[in-house]
């Protein structure tokens, strides 16, 4: 029976976010987007993962501007975005106020799909998301952090795909952030996975190893019903498999996507453009688009590599670098063996840096890693042993259970903290993930509007009311 595959394209999110810090703005965007809403795409990645951030600290950007904006040009085709569970946007675990409210201003600004995932595959840390987006009528996709380890089986995974599946959730992703994945595993994995559940399944990975295209190709023939990929010009190296020859490969098969190659490769020649000018600014490093086995063999994403090095660097030590890979799996094991994806692989990666410098492991704990082990950021997916708990983090208390469950409502307090600045309400989401950009960018806003300087004036606020 013939099986369109879903094509979700990632060149407005994802792609960007791997090749060049997240740093292509709306500007950059909208001379095509009238034609991306065209191709007829599963959906489109634009907004979440990174792109909040970088928006506010780096672009002087409205992130909810760029998402209305997008939704206005795109009004055929499903806008989706990457939220990290109970973490939102930002890096720690937020009350569920916040949360809910998030999912409500992004489903209202445009957002179709929700692609929800959590670092330490804890479902507890998912449910309110997943929940609030179904309130708003969104799909919520839940997404499984992939990585290896001896916990890591096709048994783990499929009683992981089961409990999402329980949730409510109305599709699952595979999420393969490190490129981890090889062709013949993928289709073994999505395999169990569709064997175990009714619900639709889609593929997410890199391309950094020089594999994703066959994981893709053999995740379609193991029966998977979506895969994520990029333009060409800004695919392959760490960010993913081409859009155009994805849609070559399949063409003609049972599985043929119905895309249309030459309006892919219309939009193919503005992205080259686009590429041109992100090498020639120096934003796009060619060295990136480069195959680097590096991550299957240290299991370490390419952005956790390229931190790592950067850190001893600082301590002028790069020359331990291969001593800190070899400590990245200790320290791993050790800390329950989390995924390392935002945030688990700085908090890893950091602490292992750490114990190769001072020469003695765990002389020295950072408090994000100490937090880890205490339980702050969920439940770990192997057990900790009783006595590296206590060694790490001494007579403090372990939290066993869901850590929002001991963060009160703060939605309200942090509307009052920013009420001077805001314009619109989804600027206290803004305030609540980032206070320090965001304070920074609304007096800039303010600046730009009003000619105010340093002082919100009456009449800013009386325009904008909350």
């Keep these: ?21 997240t740093r292509m703005t709306i500007e950059d965007m909208l001379p095509i987007l009238d034609k991306l809403d065209k191709v007829g795409f599963h ?3 634009c907004w979440g993962g990174a792109t909040f951030d970088a928006c506010l600290r780096f672009l002087n950007e409205d992130p909810w501007d760029r998402l209305r904006t997008i939704r206005k040009n795109c009004p055929n085709t499903k806008l989706q975005m990457l939220f990290r569970g109970q973490n939102m946007l930002g890096y720690r675990h937020y009350a569920d106020d916040a949360v809910e409210y998030l999912v409500q201003r992004s489903v ?10 959590d670092a330490l595959n804890d479902i507890k840390n998912l449910n309110v998301s997943i929940k609030a987006a179904k309130k708003e009528g969104a799909h919520a996709q839940v997404a499984i952090s992939y990585t290896t380890g001896p916990v890591f089986t096709h048994e783990y995974y499929v009683d992981y795909a089961k409990r999402i599946e329980d949730t409510g959730a109305d599709s699952i992703c595979i999420k393969d952030m490190a490129a981890l994945l090889t062709p013949y595993e993928t289709y073994d994995l999505v395999k169990a996975i569709k064997g175990a559940v009714k619900i639709p399944v889609q593929l997410h990975t890199h391309y950094t190893s020089g594999l994703a295209s066959m994981c893709e190709l053999k995740a379609v023939e193991a029966g998977v019903d979506m895969i994520d990929t990029a333009m060409s010009p800004l695919a392959l190296g760490t960010s993913h498999a081409p859009t155009e020859s994805m849609v070559a490969a399949l063409q003609g098969t049972e599985y043929d996507t119905g895309l249309d ?57 790069a020359d331990k670098l291969e001593d800190v890979l070899q400590e990245v799996p200790r320290v791993r094991k050790d800390s329950g063996y989390p995924p390392l994806v935002t945030p688990t692989s700085q908090i890893v990666g950091t602490q292992a840096v750490y114990n190769i410098i001072t020469g003695e492991r765990y002389k020295m704990c950072t408090n994000e890693f ?6 702050k950021y969920g439940t770990t997916p192997m057990p900790i042993d009783d006595a ?17 469950d001991l963060i009160k409502p703060e939605l309200e307090s942090l509307r009052k903290e920013c009420a001077e600045w805001t314009e619109q309400e989804e600027d206290v989401l803004s305030y609540a993930q980032f206070p320090k950009v965001a304070m920074d960018f609304f007096k800039k806003r303010a600046e730009k509007k009003y000619g105010i300087d340093g002082k919100h004036a009456d009449a800013a606020q009386s325009i904008h009311p909350v």
Excluded at 108 to 117: E, K, L, S
Excluded at 388 to 404: E, H, L, N, Q, S
């Design 43 to 45: 959906s489109l990645e």
């Design 108 to 117: 209202a600004n445009g957002i179709d799909i929700i692609r929800i995932f």
């Design 370 to 375: 100490k937090d880890l082990v205490a339980g």
């Design 261 to 317: 190659l030459v309006l892919l490769n219309e939009i193919r020649e503005y992205f080259m453009t686009l590429r041109a000018k992100y090498i020639k600014s120096g934003l796009l490093d060619p060295s990136l688009l480069a195959t680097n086995t590096k991550a299957l063999i240290y299991q370490v994403p390419g952005g956790m590599l390229s931190n790592l090095l950067s850190q001893l660097k600082q301590a002028g030590q």
């Design 1 to 21: 029976m013939a099986k369109k595959i879903g094509i979700t394209e990632t060149v407005l999110r994802d792609a960007h976010q791997s090749l060049i810090a």
């Design 388 to 404: 590296f708990v206590k060694k790490i983090i001494g007579d403090a208390p372990r939290i066993t259970c869901r850590p929002a």
